[in-house]
T-cell receptor, first 112, second 116 residues
Framework: QKEVEQDPGPLSVPEGAIVSLNCTYSNSAFQYFMWYRQYSRKGPELLMY????GNKEDGRFTAQVDKSSKYISLFIRDSQPSDSATYLCAIPPPGGYQKVTFGIGTKLQVIP | GAVVSQHPSWVICKSGTSVKIECRSLDFQATTMFWYRQFPKQSLMLMAT?????????EQGVEKDKFLINHASLTLSTLTVTSAHPEDSSFYIC????????????FGPGTRLTVL
């Protein structure tokens, strides 16, 4: 079983829709969770960072962690064409001294 | 967030030549940097972990003699693709890690390498 699983998509939604992006993980010791956005032919940029269970909101973006299910989500409200990108979940290891585990990334296309 | 730069942003070279890619942390010091490779429509593949002042740790299947990494200072790591061949053509991305105030990883903009 992979440490982090993410559906690669692609996911196409109409402009204004609510988008739900998800990852599952296997190691219950994971504590920090990150979401990156990568535009085509660009390096990933850190979008959100969450710790422990619960929700964290930043503008149109909400990151949610359910530790009991080992499930993390990123919601995008009022999606815009400029949100079209690949979204990667990333989980740093406990202790922080080994490599961060990245999901494969979900490609999102928001259609005007 | 912290800024990581890469140079060059793209490079085209002939088969058999060597190419050096620089990765700099602009406004912070990074004891650990990472080099990734990304093929079209695929995710990031970690190639190696670079620690300042010590030898890089390569992932399984990555040739250390082909992909030379030097992390000579807290703000600069370099990746040299030696005797490049067309199959080395890819998007190379570096990343720098900070641990305080919390563990975060910041990526450079990437370097597109095309070997003719």
């Amino acid at each position: 079983q992979k440490e982090v699983e993410q559906d690669p998509g692609p996911l196409s939604v109409p402009e204004g829709a609510i988008v739900s992006l998800n990852c599952t993980y296997s190691n219950s010791a994971f504590q920090y969770f990150m979401w990156y956005r990568q535009y085509s032919r660009k390096g990933p940029e850190l979008l959100m960072y969450t710790y422990s269970s619960g929700n964290k909101e930043d503008g149109r973006f909400t990151a949610q962690v359910d530790k009991s299910s080992k499930y993390i989500s990123l919601f995008i409200r009022d999606s815009q064409p400029s949100d079209s990108a690949t979204y990667l979940c990333a989980i740093p290891p406990p202790g922080g001294y080994q490599k961060v585990t990245f999901g494969i990334g979900t490609k999102l296309q928001v259609i005007p | 967030g912290a800024v990581v730069s890469q140079h060059p942003s793209w490079v085209i070279c002939k088969s058999g030549t060597s190419v050096k890619i620089e990765c700099r942390s602009l406004d912070f010091q990074a004891t650990t940097m990472f080099w990734y490779r990304q093929f079209p429509k695929q995710s990031l593949m970690l190639m190696a972990t670079s620690n300042e002042g010590s030898k890089a740790t390569y992932e399984q299947g990555v040739e250390k003699d082909k992909f030379l990494i030097n992390h000579a200072s807290l703000t600069l790591s370099t990746l040299t693709v030696t005797s490049a061949h067309p199959e080395d053509s890819s998007f190379y991305i570096c990343s720098a890690r900070v641990t305080r105030p919390r563990l975060e990883q910041f990526f450079g903009p990437g370097t597109r390498l095309t070997v003719l």
